[in-house]
Every structure is written in C-alpha cells, then in structure tokens.
C-alpha cells in the first residue's frame, strides 16, 4: 500500500487527508481503527523514539506521545514494590516491556494519547494499555491474545497500528506549510 486516507487532518474539519510514500510501500498496516493525521505524527514520532533507546540500551522501550510532544519514555527496568504502587501496576504481571509502558505512561499520566512499543506486544502490556486512556498503539507486532485484548478497547475502535521494525526511511525530510516548503536532513 503506498497510500492510506485518514480519518481527517488535525482537525475533523479537514476532511481531506492522507499519508503516502513517495518511494515504495508505506511501512505501517493498520490492524484496528482508523488514525488521524496527529494520530500517525504521535505514532512515528514515538516509533523512532523507541527505536532508539532500543538499539542504545538494548532494552524493550516504551513512549507515549500527545499532540506530537514526547509525554514520557522508558526502557524495561525492573520496578521495586513500591515504583509499582506509584504507577498503579501492582495488580498486573509485569513483562519488561509492560514495566517499560508503566514507567514512560507514568512520567505524565495525563498526557499519554499515542503509544509505541519497541517489540512485539504481549499479553501483559496489552491488559495495561485495555485499561488506560490512549487513542492507539504502534508496534513491530502483536501477540494473537493481545490483539484480541486491544481489538476490544474503545468500543472496537483503538488505533493498532503494525510498523516493520526494518524501514529505514530516506534522509531528507520534508513539509509543506503555507504553501513553503521546509527540508532537513532527519535527525539521527
């Protein structure tokens, strides 16, 4: 697919808007819901943040972005009794990367609208993302069970969406506001 229609631009008054790549496949495939144009800035934006401190640490990761700002960022390092009652997991069964999503959800709880995920999304972290406030999710892939967990959420409706953990996108990056073109190398 090299182009996918959105459920409207940053506002729902603009009803026309896409996402398309300009030389090849689009990287992503939407399992569930139907992203908006903020949902899929919050979701790439957060997938190279996780990316990142996945390759540097070596450690499952975990972002949650809102309106295109960083709410908060995590790697998978285990958590005492008591970090566990502060973020309101104590209840769950904690993977690495479920202890990753409590910890970045918790350095801003109310700012926590999109998700990344740097691996596979398990059983674990799904019941936590079911139980918390998020329009979506973006991962290199999904358990069977925790696509079903996540399937439900929002009435049917939650944003998953797939990204293929080996897309490198092309160096330069470029936006069009107000009919002027802006183009930087991206940062690495």
């Known amino acids: 697919m090299k182009e996918l229609l959105l459920k409207y631009g940053c506002n729902p008054n603009q009803s026309k808007a896409r996402i398309y790549s300009k030389i090849g496949e689009l990287p992503i495939e939407v399992l569930n819901g139907r992203p908006g144009y903020i949902n899929f800035l919050d979701a790439f934006n957060s997938w190279q943040l996780v990316k990142e401190l996945k390759e540097a640490t070596g450690l499952p990761a975990a972002a949650s972005f809102k309106h295109v700002s960083p709410a908060g960022a995590a790697v998978g390092l285990p958590m005492s009794d008591v970090l566990k009652k502060i973020y309101y997991v104590d209840d769950l069964a904690l993977t690495p990367l479920a202890t990753a999503y409590a910890r970045a959800r918790g350095a801003d709880r109310m700012s926590s609208y999109f998700v990344a995920l740097s691996d596979i999304c398990d059983r674990e972290t799904a019941a936590m993302l079911a139980r918390e406030v998020s329009d979506g999710v973006i991962a290199p892939g999904y358990t069977e069970e925790a696509l ?11 944003n998953i969406i797939k990204i293929d953990p080996s897309y490198i996108p092309e160096i330069q990056e470029t936006k069009d506001v107000f009919g002027i073109t802006f183009e930087q190398d991206r940062n690495e």
Request: aromatic fraction near 10%; avoid cysteine; charged fraction near 45%.
């Open 148 to 158: 079903e967990i996540l399937k439900t959420k929002r009435k049917g409706t939650y």
